[in-house]
């Protein structure tokens, strides 16, 4: 009777032990079956900033090679021949100006370069200042992106005015001039195209105006 009286004694304790146990396990399991969706929730983050990692890097690549892009033949020939628009301007009223007047050859040459200066910065920072940007920073933008090309432009144009036997000399009404004129601006195209091609590809030149249109 006393060990039967002590087993049932013993008997609630064991199943109160078993019971913690059980929830003991239970809690552990919960634990262990939360740490899968962690596993999985750090794994979802890791792969989404692994993907945006890679598509900003794609991105960044995309915009690389799109600058990289910008040094194509195509590219320098749309901006030769935005330049050579504001150069001609200046240089057909430069040339028709001197020699209209009957001024020296000297006179003529400078005037026609002024002029080229001017309206080919002035062609730039119209669509500069479009975009917003302040009259002296879109005038230093125009600098940047116009000042080399102008002056290729310039020696090759009036280089063969001046070269052509009588150009210089002929008048407004005769073919030799408006020739010699429009062969300069061709040849000036033709040679200022890989100049820019070359400024562009290094972020240079009329690269710098990219950003703004």
């Known amino acids: 009777m006393e060990h039967s ?3 049932e004694h013993e008997h609630p304790a064991q199943h109160a032990h078993h019971e913690q146990q059980h929830t003991h396990h239970a809690h552990h ?3 262990h079956g939360h740490h899968p969706d962690h596993a999985q929730h750090t794994g979802h983050a890791q792969h989404t900033g692994h993907a945006q990692h890679t598509g900003h890097a794609q991105h960044t690549g995309h915009a690389q090679h799109h600058h990289g892009g910008g040094g194509s033949w195509r ?12 150069c001609a301007i200046g240089e057909v ?10 001024l020296h050859n000297g006179a003529t040459v400078v005037l026609s370069i002024a002029l080229a200066f001017v309206f080919g910065y002035a062609l730039t920072m119209r669509g500069v200042l479009k975009a917003g940007l302040p009259f002296r920073d879109a005038l230093k933008v125009a600098l940047a992106a116009d000042t080399v090309s102008i002056i290729v432009m310039e020696l090759i144009d009036n280089g ?7 150009a210089m000399d002929a008048g407004l009404g005769q073919l030799l001039f408006w020739l010699s004129l429009a062969g300069s601006l061709v040849l000036a195209f033709l040679v200022t ?16 105006v990219h950003a703004y249109h």
């Not at 590219?75 to 504001?86: D, E, I, K, P, V």
């Not at 009223?93 to 009957?102: A, D, K, P, Y």
């Open 5 to 7: 009286a002590h087993q």
């Open 29 to 31: 399991e919960q634990q």
């Open 75 to 86: 590219t320098a020939a749309q901006a030769t021949l935005h330049c050579l628009t504001g």
């Open 93 to 102: 009223l430069g040339q028709v100006i001197g020699v209209g007047f009957g």
């Open 160 to 166: 063969v005015m001046v070269a052509v036997p009588g």
């Open 193 to 208: 195209v890989p100049v820019n091609r070359w400024l562009i590809g290094r972020g240079r030149g009329h690269a710098v």
